[in-house]
């Protein structure tokens, strides 16, 4: 049966979160999960997890399906906040592209995600670094779609989609920075579309067999490298 949450689930200041149902995990529209210091971790076994409103001021939050990983409404409201790390695993697609609400919508500080079909797809709403596994697809020509509405985005891990999978990156007027000489933007034979004010490469590569498109987000200028 599915865990479902309808209210209220909070901790004291360094209290964990740990919740893990034997098929689905599904908060409806008006559910939280919070905790201060402390880490939230959830694991849905044998289906996927349905996300509202996930919030940790200084713990980890986590996220583990075998299955999609989205949100409850197709809004732009925030789903998933923390000022450390945000981990999304799955089987199926992070977050959706069906239409512009339906990216999974975050405030983290850093995030890795790694599913392995369908696609990853994230809305933050100010600076963002890739760190931990970095994101990545590993099967089913898996696109990568990120937009930051605002702030930088930080590479100190890679970002690489699957086969033809296209990578898509838009940052409302910032800069993509990447750390060191081994971060990279990759897919094997997909697009990559990235749209910034300034990109600014340590070292690594940006590789495709596809298309490579750099434009500025600011109209009248271009994009300083």
Do not use: C, K, W, Y
């Not at 999960?33 to 044998?46: K, R």
């Amino acid at each position: 049966n599915n865990l479902t949450i309808n209210g209220t689930v909070q901790t004291g200041v360094a209290g964990t979160v740990t919740l893990t149902g034997s098929d689905a995990i599904v908060m409806d529209g008006t559910s939280l999960i919070q905790s201060t210091n402390g880490d939230i971790t959830l694991s849905a076994a044998a289906n996927g997890i349905t996300v509202d409103n996930i919030t940790s001021t200084s713990g980890n939050v986590s996220l583990t399906a075998t299955g999609t990983i989205d949100e409850a409404t197709d809004d732009t409201t925030v789903n998933i906040t923390t000022g450390v790390t945000l981990s999304l695993n799955a089987t199926g697609a992070i977050g959706d592209s069906s239409d512009a609400n339906a990216p999974l919508d975050i405030t983290v500080n850093t995030v890795e995600a790694t599913t392995t079909s369908g696609g990853i797809f994230l809305r933050e709403t100010n600076g963002l670094n890739i760190g931990g596994t970095g994101v990545q697809t590993t099967g089913g020509n898996a696109p990568i779609e990120i937009t930051l509405s605002a702030g930088d985005l930080n590479l100190d891990e890679d970002i690489t989609a699957h086969g033809s999978g296209n990578i898509e990156l838009t940052l409302e007027g910032s800069a993509l920075i990447t750390s060191a000489a081994a971060d990279d933007i990759a897919s094997t034979s997909g697009d990559i579309t990235i749209t910034a004010n300034t990109l600014n490469l340590a070292g690594g590569n940006i590789s495709s067999s596809g298309n490579l498109v750099l434009q500025s987000r600011t109209t009248g200028r271009g994009m300083g490298i």
